[in-house]
């Protein structure tokens, strides 16, 4: 089982930064994707930036390539953190971002939400304009 539980949302002006965090427990495979998907209603989740075990690398939607950074901090007796440092905001990032986590990735896609197991409740980013 695996728990996240995402912090760090909130409103900014465009062109502003903010950083996200998801603190991560419980137990991860050695092959698993970690990742921040985003939602605006009405809309499908969208995958934003994703952190690949065994050095996977990260990746990045072509949206967000230049201005979001994903990593991730590993802690040996505590939780882990994922964390989404989003600088040049635009009003289009306004969304709920979710921290999501895959304990098999290679079961699919890293931008497809169907591919991960377990999901954090959002946290609200809000971009003016």
């Known amino acids: 089982q695996v728990r996240l539980v995402e912090s760090g949302g909130?409103?900014?002006?465009?062109g502003g930064s903010l950083r996200l965090s998801c603190a991560v427990s419980g137990y991860l495979s050695p092959n698993y994707y970690?990742?921040?998907?985003?939602q605006t209603p009405g809309k499908e989740r969208e995958g934003v930036a994703v952190f690949t075990s065994g050095g996977g690398g990260v990746g990045y939607a072509d949206s967000v390539v230049g201005r979001f950074?994903?990593?991730?901090?590993?802690?040996?007796?505590?939780?882990?953190?994922l964390s989404l440092r989003m600088n040049s905001l635009k009003p289009e990032d306004t969304?709920?971002?979710?921290?999501?986590?895959?304990?098999w990735?290679?079961?699919?896609?890293?931008?497809?939400?169907?591919?991960?197991?377990?999901?954090?409740?959002g946290t609200q980013v809000t971009v003016s304009s």
């Open 10 to 14: 909130g409103s900014v002006q465009a």
């Open 69 to 81: 950074t994903i990593s991730l901090e590993r802690a040996e007796d505590a939780e882990d953190t």
């Open 34 to 38: 970690l990742a921040w998907f985003r």
């Open 105 to 121: 990735r290679y079961g699919g896609s890293w931008d497809v939400s169907a591919t991960y197991d377990y999901w954090g409740q």
């Open 95 to 103: 969304a709920m971002y979710y921290c999501a986590a895959s304990v």
